[in-house]
């Protein structure tokens, strides 16, 4: 290969199936962010742009280290084609040196299990394949039927059909990725043409979101398919604790007098003493207003906001305050309360114990519950052997 490859990411603002659809977090990372990933760590691509008209995409787009293509209205519209979108997006960034394309790249937020392996295969097909165009398949042995109230089989003889086995190959365009000489675009006006290549991906990756159901059954199944994913040294400035639940078992004992206590984990302490003295800020930030949570922060030697009704707004002016990227800060949670906060971070984590629906919008779980040891583990993570 000798010319560039260029991945076009499509992020239109609007969509009426998922409001805010493309800045949807899966895995506690809005699909936007998802997708530039996948195509930067691709080892074929050389460019990565996202195509949108919504100033909130550009932001997180460019966050993520993709270069931004701003898309015109009469390309913005429910009827714009992707193909609107990748002509745009290569007449903008090789408008002087056109002959220097060599592969262009569809690659779709909306399919958030897609792998930079993924891409690399679909690219390789083309450049090294002899394929002119080539998009991610999944095998297909299912019976198709048309017209539900006088059905009759598409791809089977329902009077005799064959054993599944026995059935020749098919193959389901997942609308993940799709690669395509860059000349053949212009020329044809769509992604399709000449030798096309249907390339093989795992099938339990393939979840296209086109309505809410779609997104919650990729935020259910975002544990089990991005297992694994956790932040290490270097990509976390600074850490946000809550306290209930994440720093205690989410018990107290209360006294007559109304007074109450909790049980903390030891280490805990001292991982946050860790993150100390590698020179990570820590806050806990609290809903509750109890004197054990100002105790506690005093004796760990943190900073410390409790009574706080919104936390998504407290943390948003404390990130301001410090001039923190939110995209390098760390939340551990555990209940409903901390979703605004996960929102706004790079990683939002949730503790073993937590809510479902915290887990699920989580970007990592730790392996043990509040109270029993997860700041410690979250501080295994960020730092080296030499700060423990």
Known sequence: ?????????????????????????????????????????????????????????????????????????????????????????????????????????????????????????????????????????????????????????????????????????????????????????????HRFFGRTVAVPTDPARVLEIDEPADLDRARALAPLLDAGTRPVAGEVDAVVLDFDGTQTDDRAWLAADGTERVAVHRGDGMGVAALRRAGLPVLILSTEVNPVVAARAAKLGVECRQGVMTKGVELAGWLAERDLRPGRVLYLGNDVNDLPCFEQVGWPVAVASAHPSVRAAARAVTSVPGGHGAVREVASWLLKEEHW
């Open 1 to 189: 290969m000798t010319g560039d490859v260029l991945v076009v990411i499509p992020a239109r603002g609007g969509s009426k199936g998922v409001p805010g659809k493309n800045l949807a977090r899966v895995g506690g990372v809005p699909l936007v962010e998802r997708a530039v990933r996948a195509a930067a760590a691709a080892r074929t691509v050389t460019r990565v742009a996202v195509s949108t008209d919504a100033p909130a995409i550009a932001a997180a787009a460019t966050a993520a280290g993709a270069v931004v293509v701003r898309r015109p209205d009469e390309l913005s519209g429910d009827t714009a084609s992707s193909e609107s979108a990748l002509t745009h997006a290569v007449e903008v960034l090789y408008a002087r040196h056109p002959e220097s394309l060599e592969v262009l790249v569809l690659v779709q937020c909306t399919s958030p299990f897609l792998t930079a392996a993924d891409i690399d295969a679909v690219v390789s097909a083309v450049t090294d394949g002899g394929a002119d165009t080539a998009f991610t398949a999944a095998p297909f042995a299912g019976f198709v039927w048309r017209h539900a109230d006088a059905a009759t089989g598409v791809n089977h003889d329902a009077a005799g059909r064959q054993r599944r086995q026995d059935r020749e190959p098919q193959w389901l365009e997942t609308g993940a990725a799709y690669a395509m000489r860059a000349g053949g675009l212009a020329r044809h006006g």
